[in-house]
């Protein structure tokens, strides 16, 4: 079982910036596609990003030229950098092992996230 801490989440005003972490227990995680994902009050989780092993990306359509996905083996970490945010992107923020990063589902038991609140 994959463990994974989500961390950088905050309160910001709208047009400013923030990086998100998530550390992945376990040695497996350079050969998972990675994914962020989150959930707003009263709506279902979705996907928000995806990175394969090879460094492959897709975005959800609503944070595309926004949102940067990253990776970095060594640490076993995902990052998300998320410029220009806006109020609709408040939610709580989630990371997974991904079947795949297009289409795919998540692998693991969720943890706990990280709170992004957007104000205008």
């Known amino acids: 079982q994959v463990q994974f801490v989500e961390s950088g989440g905050g309160s910001v005003q709208a047009g400013e910036s923030l990086r998100l972490s998530c550390v992945a227990s376990?040695?497996?995680?350079?050969?998972?596609?990675m994914a962020w994902y989150r959930q707003a009050p009263g709506k279902q989780r979705e996907l928000v990003a995806a990175?394969?092993?090879?460094?492959?990306?897709n975005y959800a359509d609503s944070v595309k030229g926004r949102f940067t996905i990253s990776r970095d083996n060594a640490k076993n970490t995902v990052y998300l950098q998320m410029n220009s945010l806006k109020p609709e992107d408040t939610a709580v923020y989630y990371c997974n092992a991904d079947s795949t990063i297009i289409g795919g589902f998540p692998l693991y038991k969720w943890g706990q996230g990280t709170q992004v609140t957007v104000s205008s």
């Open positions: 990175i394969g092993r090879g460094g492959n990306t």
């Open positions: 376990g040695s497996l995680f350079s050969i998972m596609a």
